[in-house]
């Protein structure tokens, strides 16, 4: 199918409405009944996707090549899409039920992904991000699932390094981290361009590929990764600094979708510094009104009120990974050192639950029983 046809499916979609939840949704657990997903790397190198509890204990474990990144859930279905850590190629559909592997798709000769995908609201299709690497420029993949996932669509995302991305609450958009950085499989993960990135928080039309907003960040090297959106549509996105290490430059970002205000969010000058000028996950909890993001270099994680922008406070966290809110209005936390935490309201102190020989990935994915 090429783009016509997709676009014109896509709208024709559209038309007939849908009462289903895009995965962007499908993250608060409920107590004992939730269970999350996550890529792991065991000490001796090996690549895992694990299924665990609610609190860190691991249920199933499944074997892959590559180092994977995140996941997403398809609405209406037990399936979850983990990919491939940049520079990857593979994306993993499973079955959440017992952790098996029902599919594999594979990027093709002249791409390679990013590590995060997400589905449309009635759990159609699959954006994913990707880089075309013969000249360097993002893209959106799109994957029909109703259809043993055929590669259906290309969207360019206007730039380079598209990393994270989410479905807007509206249904219709999606929000995506533009990290700016050219790579190439050859050079596996080096930075090409650090005098030259474009970073941006993009919103897409996600049944046309056409850009809406464009938000570029206060400085050049501020790598924009990663990100997650509120019910309201409000998007929390976290930065990664290229530049260099002795400047602290704000490292949150706030976008207000409804009116397209864009600012950033900056700490106290030493929680500042003490983040180390790199966002791995960000997590949204509404029933709290607050955001998490986790700042493993500095060993924290920090949370602000998304809905204000203002900074709440931080923890100390040792390679502070993945975050998922939870049905109380805190947060589950993993380490790549291999604990697991949990941190609730009011006092937002952090609790041990499980601790592991793994090395966890910087994302989590909520899964239903």
């Known amino acids: 199918m090429d783009r016509r046809c997709f676009i014109k499916l896509s709208l024709a979609s559209l038309a007939l409405g849908s009462?289903?939840?895009?995965?962007?949704?499908?993250?608060?657990?409920?107590?004992?009944?939730?269970r999350f997903l996550s890529a792991v790397d065991t000490p001796d190198g090996q690549h895992l996707i694990i299924i665990a509890n609610h609190?860190?204990?691991?249920?199933?474990?499944?074997?892959?090549?590559?180092?994977?990144?995140?996941?997403?859930?398809?609405?209406?279905?037990?399936?979850?899409?983990?990919?491939?850590?940049?520079?990857?190629?593979?994306?993993?559909?499973?079955?959440?039920?017992?952790?098996?592997?029902?599919?594999?798709?594979?990027a093709g000769e002249q791409h390679h992904f990013y590590g995060h995908g997400v589905y449309s609201q009635d759990g159609r299709y699959l954006y994913v991000t990707a880089n075309h690497f013969s000249d360097g420029q993002g893209q959106v993949h799109v994957y029909d699932a109703r259809e043993q996932y055929q590669w259906v669509a290309d969207f360019p995302v206007g730039g380079m390094d598209p990393h994270e991305l989410r479905l807007h609450p509206d249904g219709n958009r999606l929000i995506i981290a533009l990290g700016g950085i050219l790579t190439h499989p050859d050079?596996?993960?080096?930075?090409?361009?650090?005098?030259?990135?474009?970073?941006?928080?993009v919103v897409m039309?996600?049944?046309?590929?056409?850009?809406?907003?464009?938000?570029?960040?206060?400085?050049?090297?501020?790598?924009?990764?990663?990100?997650?959106?509120?019910?309201?549509?409000?998007?929390?996105?976290?930065?990664?600094?290229?530049?260099?290490?002795?400047?602290?430059?704000?490292?949150?970002?706030?976008?207000?979708?409804?009116s397209g205000q864009f600012s950033e969010i900056a700490l106290p000058a030493e929680r500042q510094i003490a983040m180390k000028n790199y966002v791995a996950s960000v997590a949204i909890n509404p029933a709290s009104g607050l955001a998490a993001i986790t700042a493993?270099?500095?060993?924290?994680?920090?949370?602000?009120?998304?809905?204000?922008?203002?900074?709440?406070?931080d923890m100390e966290l040792a390679d502070a990974a993945g975050v998922l809110p939870t049905a109380t209005g805190?947060?589950?936390?993993?380490?790549?050192?291999?604990g697991v935490y949990q941190t609730e309201l009011p006092a937002l102190t952090l609790t041990a639950l499980n601790s592991a020989d793994l090395r966890w990935d910087n994302h989590l994915t909520a899964i239903s029983r």
């Open 19 to 34: 009462t289903l939840t895009g995965c962007s949704a499908v993250r608060v657990g409920d107590g004992e009944s939730a």
């Open 55 to 106: 609190k860190g204990q691991l249920l199933s474990r499944l074997s892959v090549a590559e180092r994977c990144h995140g996941g997403c859930v398809r609405p209406g279905s037990a399936q979850v899409a983990v990919l491939a850590r940049r520079p990857g190629r593979e994306v993993y559909i499973i079955d959440s039920t017992d952790g098996t592997l029902l599919q594999q798709l594979n």
């Open 187 to 201: 050079y596996d993960r080096i930075k090409l361009n650090l005098d030259s990135m474009r970073p941006a928080l």
């Open 205 to 258: 039309n996600r049944h046309t590929g056409a850009i809406e907003q464009r938000h570029e960040p206060s400085h050049h090297q501020l790598s924009c990764h990663h990100l997650d959106v509120s019910p309201e549509g409000i998007v929390i996105a976290g930065y990664q600094f290229e530049g260099p290490v002795w400047e602290a430059p704000p490292l949150i970002a706030r976008l207000d979708t409804r």
């Open 296 to 313: 493993p270099r500095g060993n924290r994680v920090v949370i602000v009120n998304y809905v204000s922008g203002e900074y709440v406070q």
């Open 330 to 338: 805190g947060f589950l936390i993993t380490s790549g050192l291999g």
